[in-house]
């Protein structure tokens, strides 16, 4: 990134929230063509979203994952008065799919409303990434639209996995 360009998304930052993040998300992508999250997912993520159960944090998720198979499953975010008894949407949305006999996850869409993209926090990363490829994308989106996507190595670098376990 050239250093007019750092200039001008810091200052940015300053004076234009909404524009910072465009320059921000258009900087991860390095200026290439941001994928859209597939509208299927997109869709369920989205319903998910609206059925999160949040009345302590306020801060519905929703996530949508497209199994191997082709299935779609969804979940979102329940809170519980004891705080880490909650569950993340893309915990609920992988239980859905193993509940179905599903074990491999080819794509996923996490959705939330904020000033920042959404992203899985980091025991999610690594729940996605039990039932993931490298290369699977995920989503980062909200209501209108994505907004930003990585593949799981990108997500999770270095990441653990079944393959560290297997015996040689």
Known sequence: MSGLR???ILTAAVFAPSLYAALKAEAKTDGKRLMDAPKDLHALAR???DRAYAPYSKFHVGAAIRSAGGKLYGGCNVEN???PQGCCAEASAISA???NGERR???VVVMGISPEPVTPCGGCRQKLREFS???VRVYFCDPSG???SMTMDELLP???GPANLKKS
Do not use: H
């Open 81 to 83: 008065a004891a705080y």
């Open 97 to 99: 799919m193993v509940g």
């Open 47 to 49: 319903a998910m979203m």
């Open 158 to 160: 270095l990441s653990f």
């Open 6 to 8: 750092r200039r001008l």
């Open 133 to 135: 490829a490298s290369d």
């Open 146 to 148: 994505t907004r930003g």
């Open 105 to 107: 996850i080819a794509e």
